[in-house]
């Protein structure tokens, strides 16, 4: 059973369209942390939120923390070819271990 | 953040050899992780590396396996020990940076085994 459910698992959209990635959880993290993987990379750390309700922005991108800090969002407005890639949650439980969710395949058609 | 070097970056191995990943940070890090990543999947920790004492291993994942070294807290050693091709897969260090726990990767070494 996965711990962090991520959804869609795969996204093909258009150049220009907006989309949103969740990350659904019965569980509560101290903090929960988005990262973007492209092939033969690590994951690159995006966004850290931390306090329920959090909204962060970051150009095109916008995250969000549920008020139960259980869930997350990632909305991106006028998806670009050079947005594709994996995008991973990931939930802090304390101890510095992170859990990470499925991912979502991300490939933005120009 | 930190600057995380790996390598072999990739490489291609037959079954039953063993094969060492070598991590090298550019700055003393407390908590230092290992991670496997197999195909089209997410990433699953393989073990804590400790400094100066045996690495803390998850459930699934055992010593004999994963030997892990950490001679100092800038650099460890994954071995892949006796390879299958189910152990195929790319193989990420990590290491935490800040208060929130956030973590950054090294580029994986991508492993095949035939």
């Known amino acids: 059973t996965q711990l962090l459910e991520q959804s869609p698992q795969f996204l093909s959209i258009q150049e220009g369209e907006n989309l949103t990635v969740y990350c659904n959880s019965s569980?509560?993290?101290?903090?929960l942390q988005w990262y973007r993987q492209e092939p033969g990379e690590g994951p690159v750390l995006l966004v850290t939120?931390?306090?329920?309700?959090e909204v962060k922005k970051l150009k095109r991108l916008t995250f969000q923390f549920g008020d139960a800090r259980k869930d997350s969002s990632l909305h991106i407005t006028a998806a670009q070819p050079g947005d594709t890639g994996l995008y991973l949650c990931a939930g802090a439980k304390g101890g510095n271990k992170l859990v990470f969710g499925a991912g979502t395949i991300l490939r933005v058609k120009s | 953040s930190a600057v995380i070097s790996q390598k072999p970056s990739r490489d291609i191995c037959q079954r039953g050899t063993s094969l060492t990943i070598q991590c090298q940070v550019d700055s003393q890090v407390t908590m230092m992780f290992w991670y496997r990543q197999q195909p089209g999947q997410s990433l699953t920790l393989i073990a804590t590396?400790?400094?100066?004492?045996?690495?803390?291993?998850e459930s699934g994942f055992v010593i004999d396996k994963f030997p892990i070294s950490r001679p100092n807290l800038t650099f460890s050693t994954l071995t892949v020990s006796n390879m299958s091709p189910e152990d195929s897969s790319i193989y990420l260090c990590?290491?935490?940076?800040?208060?929130?726990?956030?973590?950054?990767f090294g580029e994986g070494s991508r492993l095949t085994v035939l």
């Open positions: 939120v931390v306090t329920g309700g």
């Open positions: 590396a400790n400094q100066g004492s045996e690495a803390t291993y």
């Open positions: 990590s290491v935490v940076v800040g208060a929130t726990g956030e973590l950054f």
């Open positions: 569980s509560v993290f101290s903090s």
